[in-house]
C-alpha cells in the first residue's frame, strides 16, 4: 500500500509519545505517570497505524525514538569505531595525493588530520597547542613533535573474532522426529547462507565486540527475488515435492545485521529483555541529486510493521511530505518483533552489552603517548650534535665529512655529543602497558602468531591452553550468548516457514542446538582418533568425515 502521510491523528501521535516517554523514564529507573502499560494499547495502535494520521503518529515517534537515542549514544559509538578503525581522515587523504602527484609538499598535506587515535595524544605533540584538522591557515607547523599511533586494538579484536567464529557452525534441530529434525536443519543453513553464512556471523561479531551488541532482524524478501543459486521465484512456480518448496523459501530469508548506529530497540516497561517496538533508519544518497538524500524508516510493533520514506536535504531539512511505501504484518518474532538481540558480554540489567575496545581506549592513548616520547627522543639523540666554541663562522659551514674548521683562538674547540643511548625505564613503561592490554583483553600476542621467548615450551596442545587460557574462557562465555541469539533466529525463520504452509513446525520443535568447533587447531593424530571414537558409537560416516573436511559432507553452515 502506498499513500502520503498527512498531519492528522494527533490523538494517536500523543498516546505513541506518552509510551516512548514511559520507555525511556523506565530505562533510567524513573516513576510517573508516563509509565503505562504498553500492551494494552496494542490494539489501539495498530487501529490508528491503518489511517493516514495514525501511519504519521508512528513516524514521528519512532523518528523522535531513534532521535533521542542517537543523541545519547552516537558520540560514544563514533568514538568505539573510530579507537577500532583508525581510519586517516579525508583530508589527509587529500593531501597525500597531492604529495603522490607532485603537486604538494609533504605527503599528507600541512595540517592534514591524521588516525583518529591522534585525538587522545596530550596538546604538547601538536604545533601552536593545538590538534591538527583545524586547516592549514593559521596551522602552526613549528613544535610539532614526532607522532607514532600503533593500533594495538584492531588485532585484538580481529583475534577475539577469529576464536568465536573459526570454523563453520553446525545447527541441529531439537525435533524428535529425525527425519524432520534433518529436514529443518537443512533448511536452517540454507537460510543463514543465503544471507552471508559464516561471513555474516562474523561481521556481526564484529560489530558487537566493537559497540558491545549487535541485533538480527530477519525479513522474507519478495516474491520475486531469485536466490544465490538463480532458484526461487514464486512459489506457485515451484512444482517439486515439499522439501523442495521449503527450500526455496528458505532461499528467500534474509538475515540483516542491525547494529547501534541504524537501529533502536523499544524496551517494555515491565521486562528490560522484552520488545515493545523497534526502529531502523537507513540513509542512501539520491543520484543526481547533491547532497540530497532519502532517509526509511522502519518501523516493527506489535506484529504490525510500517517503512517510511523522506526526502532530506544536505542540511537534514525535510523536502516535501513524508511517503508511507509499505505497511502490513510483520513475520512474528518474540513479542511481534523479528529481531533478536545479542550482547557481546553481558552487563546486569542493561540492554546494551560491554564492548571490548572501551576499557581499552585509555591503554591505547598511553600506549601512543610512549611511543611518541621515545619517536622524539630518537630524533633528537640518533644523530651527533656539535657544539663549536670560539670558532669564527662556524654556523656558516655545513658540517660533514673532510670539513675543516680553523681557528687563531688557542680556547677554540668543538665538542660533539648526542647520540642514541638506552633507556630502560621506557623500555619497560611501555612492555608493561602492553601486557596491561594482554589482561584487559585477554588477548596476549601469541593469539595472532606472536610468539616469544618468555612463553615457554608450546610443543603440547595443553601447554597451549594454558596460554590462552583467558581468551579461551571468554570465547566459550561468548558463544553460550551467541549460541542462544543464532537460535533465536532460526526460531524466528521456523516461525515464518511454518506461516507460509511449506514447513510445519510446532512450537516446541522450533529448537535448534548450536554446535561449535574447537577455537584451537587440533593435533591430526587426535582429530583421526576422535572420528574413530564417533564411528565406533554410531554417528553418522558422512558426518564424521565433515568434521575432518573429507567429502562433501554437511559441515554446517559456511
Given at each position: 500500500?502506498?499513500?502520503?502521510v498527512v498531519?492528522?491523528?494527533s490523538?494517536g501521535k ?8 514511559g ?23 495498530a ?23 542517537q543523541?545519547?549514544h552516537?558520540a ?33 598535506g600541512?595540517?592534514?588530520v591524521g588516525?583518529?587515535q591522534?585525538?587522545?595524544?596530550p ?9 591538527r584538522?583545524a ?7 613549528r ?9 594495538d586494538?584492531?588485532?585484538r579484536?580481529?583475534a577475539?573474532?577469529?576464536f568465536?567464529f ?18 529443518i536443519?537443512r533448511v ?6 543465503a544471507?552471508?553464512?559464516?561471513g555474516l556471523?562474523q ?21 520475486e527475488?531469485k536466490?544465490e543459486a ?7 512456480a ?7 518448496r521449503a ?8 538475515i540483516?545485521?542491525?547494529d547501534p548506529t ?7 516497561d515491565?521486562?528490560y529483555?522484552r520488545?515493545s517496538?523497534?526502529v ?12 540530497d ?6 518501523v516493527?510493533?506489535g ?6 520514506s523522506?526526502?532530506?536535504s544536505?542540511?537534514?531539512?525535510l523536502?516535501g511530505?513524508?511517503e508511507l ?5 510483520s ?17 546486569p540489567f542493561r540492554?546494551?552489552?560491554?564492548s ?7 591503554l591505547?592513548?598511553?600506549l601512543?603517548?610512549?611511543l ?9 639523540q ?21 670539513t675543516?674548521?680553523?681557528s687563531?683562538?688557542p680556547d ?7 647520540g642514541?643511548s ?5 623500555e619497560?613503561?611501555i612492555?608493561e602497558v602492553r ?9 596476549p600476542p601469541l593469539?595472532a602468531g ?12 595443553n601447554?597451549?591452553r594454558?596460554?590462552?587460557?583467558g ?14 541469539g543464532?537460535?533465536?533466529v ?5 516461525e515464518?516457514?511454518d ?10 520443535e ?21 572420528a574413530?571414537?564417533k564411528a565406533a ?12 573436511g ?5 559441515r554446517?553452515?559456511?
Amino acid at each position: 500500500m502506498v499513500g502520503r502521510v498527512v498531519a492528522r491523528g494527533s490523538g494517536g501521535k500523543r498516546a505513541l509519545l506518552r509510551r516512548l516517554r514511559g520507555h525511556w523514564g523506565a530505562t533510567r529507573g524513573l516513576k510517573g505517570d508516563a509509565m503505562q502499560n504498553w500492551d494494552a494499547m496494542g490494539e489501539r495502535r495498530a487501529e490508528e497505524g491503518k489511517t493516514e494520521g495514525g501511519a504519521l503518529a508512528v513516524l514521528s515517534a519512532a523518528k523522535e525514538a531513534f532521535e533521542h537515542s542517537q543523541k545519547e549514544h552516537a558520540a560514544r559509538n563514533r568514538v568505539l569505531w573510530n579507537y577500532y578503525r583508525n581510519p586517516l581522515s579525508a583530508a589527509w587523504w587529500a593531501g597525500a595525493a597531492k604529495g603522490l602527484s607532485g603537486r604538494g609538499g609533504v605527503l599528507g598535506g600541512e595540517g592534514a588530520v591524521g588516525a583518529a587515535q591522534e585525538r587522545g595524544l596530550p596538546r604538547r605533540f601538536f604545533g601552536g597547542g593545538r590538534l591538527r584538522g583545524a586547516g592549514e591557515a593559521g596551522f602552526d607547523e613549528r613544535g610539532r613533535r614526532e607522532i607514532v599511533i600503533e593500533n594495538d586494538i584492531a588485532w585484538r579484536v580481529h583475534a577475539m573474532v577469529d576464536f568465536l567464529f573459526n570454523r563453520p557452525v553446525r545447527l541441529t534441530s531439537t525435533s524428535g522426529d529425525e527425519g524432520k529434525a534433518r529436514r529443518i536443519g537443512r533448511v536452517l543453513e540454507i537460510a543463514w547462507e543465503a544471507s552471508g553464512g559464516m561471513g555474516l556471523m562474523q561481521d556481526a561479531a564484529l560489530l558487537a565486540h566493537v559497540y558491545g551488541h549487535v541485533d538480527f532482524l530477519v525479513r522474507i524478501a519478495p516474491e520475486e527475488a531469485k536466490g544465490e543459486a538463480g532458484e526461487g521465484g514464486d512459489l506457485e512456480a515451484v512444482e517439486a515435492g515439499e522439501d523442495e518448496r521449503a527450500e526455496a523459501m528458505a532461499r528467500r530469508v534474509r538475515i540483516e545485521i542491525v547494529d547501534p548506529t541504524r537501529g533502536v530497540a523499544l524496551l517494555s516497561d515491565e521486562d528490560y529483555r522484552r520488545f515493545s517496538g523497534y526502529v531502523v533508519r537507513t540513509r542512501r544518497a539520491v543520484r543526481g541529486e547533491a547532497g540530497d538524500a532519502l532517509v526509511f524508516t522502519e518501523v516493527f510493533s506489535g506484529g504490525e510493521r510500517w517503512l517510511f520514506s523522506e526526502r532530506v536535504s544536505e542540511r537534514g531539512e525535510l523536502i516535501g511530505r513524508a511517503e508511507l511505501v509499505e505497511r502490513g504484518r510483520s513475520i512474528g518474532g518474540r513479542d511481534g518483533v523479528p529481531v533478536v538481540h545479542v550482547q557481546n558480554v553481558s552487563q546486569p540489567f542493561r540492554y546494551e552489552g560491554l564492548s571490548e575496545v572501551e576499557p581499552l581506549i585509555a591503554l591505547q592513548d598511553e600506549l601512543n603517548t610512549r611511543l611518541s616520547d621515545r619517536a622524539n627522543r630518537v630524533t633528537l639523540q640518533c644523530f651527533k650534535m656539535y657544539l663549536a666554541k670560539g670558532v669564527e663562522g662556524f654556523e656558516k659551514t655545513p658540517v660533514g665529512p673532510g670539513t675543516v674548521w680553523t681557528s687563531e683562538n688557542p680556547d677554540a674547540k668543538i665538542e660533539a655529543f648526542g647520540g642514541d643511548s638506552a633507556n630502560p625505564s621506557e623500555e619497560t613503561h611501555i612492555d608493561e602497558v602492553r601486557e596491561a592490554m594482554d589482561k584487559v583483553s585477554g588477548v596476549p600476542p601469541l593469539a595472532a602468531g606472536v610468539v616469544r621467548a618468555k612463553i615457554g615450551n608450546l610443543t603440547s596442545e595443553n601447554a597451549l591452553r594454558v596460554t590462552l587460557q583467558g581468551l579461551l574462557t571468554r570465547t566459550a562465555r561468548k558463544r553460550v550468548a551467541w549460541g542462544r541469539g543464532i537460535a533465536g533466529v532460526c526460531a524466528i525463520v521456523l516461525e515464518a516457514l511454518d506461516a507460509a504452509g511449506v514447513l510445519r513446525t510446532g512450537e516446541m520443535e522450533r529448537g535448534v542446538n548450536v554446535e561449535w568447533s574447537d577455537a584451537l587447531p587440533r593435533d591430526v593424530g587426535d582429530e583421526l582418533r576422535s572420528a574413530q571414537a564417533k564411528a565406533a558409537l554410531g554417528v553418522d560416516r558422512g558426518r564424521v568425515l565433515a568434521d575432518l573436511g573429507i567429502g562433501s559432507g554437511d559441515r554446517g553452515v559456511e
